[in-house]
């Protein structure tokens, strides 16, 4: 119940392309759902987050689609970039007893060929 | 300007040593997590602390251990319990309620030689 599962494992996109990654949790208690952006040698970085009572949130280029009754958010990409070629985690927590405790899906290689 | 440190960035350790991994965040964030991340993998929790002087196993906690003296630092030691111990080590530290994403460091990437 704690697993957060993560497809693809990698993708290929072409520049101005969209990129679509999924993520699908089973424990309910979870109610705070990042994902992070990661390259090579570095940490990851927050790139958007969401809770589960919207639907959707939009940062430029990057949205989060949440489905609370499919338990399963995916991060949309649009007019994919180059710059965008990263390791992409999605990631959820459960709330007060565990604080941001974080549970990290396997991650998504994204390469957007130029 | 704020954030978290880690050193060494890369660390070698012969067999049967034990290591140890700074962390130190400047954040003023209450909780402060280990994660370990290996290929394919995603990140896995060692250890996190929630306030000072009080630290929790998280999912594969064997062969490490930390501690929490002070809330800016949180150190985490590789002992030689640990038999597979070459990995990427990330620290990160958050607010700890209500729940906000963590913000990491750029890592420790052990070697055992």
């Known amino acids: 119940q704690q697993q957060v599962k993560q497809s693809p494992q990698s993708l290929i996109v072409q520049k101005g392309g969209i990129s679509i990654i999924n993520c699908a949790y089973e424990?309910?208690?979870?109610?705070?759902f990042p994902w992070y952006q990661q390259f090579p040698g570095k940490g990851p970085a927050l790139l958007i987050a969401?809770?589960?009572?919207?639907s959707e949130k939009k940062e430029g280029r990057f949205t989060i689609s949440f489905n609370k009754s499919a338990k399963q958010f995916s991060l949309h990409i649009m007019d994919s970039q180059p710059g965008d070629s990263a390791t992409y985690f999605c990631?959820?927590?459960?709330?007060?007893?565990?604080?941001?405790?974080?549970?990290f899906g396997e991650g998504t290689q994204l390469t957007v060929n130029p | 300007d704020g954030g978290i440190t880690q050193s060494p960035k890369y660390l070698f350790r012969k067999e049967g040593q034990n290591v140890t991994l700074s962390c130190e965040q400047n954040l003023n964030h209450d909780a402060m997590y280990w994660y370990r991340q290996d290929p394919g993998q995603g990140l896995r929790l060692i250890y996190y602390s929630q306030i000072v002087n009080d630290f929790q196993k998280g999912d594969i906690a064997e062969g490490y251990s930390v501690s929490r003296e002070k809330k800016e630092s949180f150190p985490l030691t590789v002992t030689s319990a640990q038999k597979n111990p070459t990995a990427f080590y990330l620290c990160a530290s958050s607010i700890d309620w209500p729940g906000l994403a963590a913000f990491f460091g750029q890592g420790t990437r052990l070697t055992v030689v």
């Open positions: 990631a959820a927590s459960m709330g007060e007893t565990s604080g941001s405790r974080l549970t």
């Open positions: 969401i809770r589960p009572d919207v």
């Open positions: 424990n309910t208690a979870f109610d705070y």
